[in-house]
């Protein structure tokens, strides 16, 4: 179980239900009620519009002879990689503190459309080349020593 649950982890328990039951020739609709619930839950879990719930994964498992736990398991990683995705949007959204960092150090660009993220390289050699201490500071509070010595060692 462990190598297969490696490579799909992260993926919804529903979209590995829906190819168990297509690979059993069994349709939604009736396995549902085959386990007491109602096809249009099973229908939401399945296109991952829903969670997966101990009772009924335990149902299922059950049902298809799967190891126990392992629907559960698939919704667990499948909840971390949702929250690590929303972190690195929050992350991505975030922003030097701007009141310390001259405008004249981006002429060129307008500073409400920099993405922080994605331009880290060159905010952190621009500043390094012309800032003072306080917006090196600044950035490197912003990005980590790692970071900006990672960008130093690349140049």
């Known amino acids: 179980m462990k190598s297969i649950l490696n490579i799909i982890k992260g993926i919804h328990p529903g979209f590995v239900l829906e190819r168990e039951l297509k690979k059993r020739m069994l349709s939604k609709g009736q396995f549902a009620i085959s386990l007491g619930e109602f096809p249009q839950t099973l229908t939401a879990i399945t296109k991952g519009k829903r969670r997966m719930n101990i009772p009924l994964a335990m149902k299922i498992e059950n049902s298809l002879s799967l190891e126990e736990g392992y ?10 990689e949702q929250q690590k995705k929303k972190l690195n949007r929050n992350k991505t959204a975030q922003k030097p503190d701007l009141s310390k960092i001259r405008k004249i150090l ?19 050699q621009r500043i390094f080349e012309r800032g003072n201490e306080i917006e090196r500071e600044e950035i490197i509070r912003f990005y980590g020593s790692d970071a900006i010595n990672d960008v130093k060692r690349t140049n």
């Not at 698939?74 to 909840?79: E, H, I, S, W």
């Not at 002429?107 to 994605?118: G, H, L, P, R, V």
């Open 71 to 80: 629907l559960m398991t698939l919704q667990v990683y499948y909840d971390i």
């Open 106 to 124: 981006f002429w060129d660009t307008d500073m409400s459309k920099i993405d922080w993220q994605k331009q880290r390289k060159a905010v952190i």
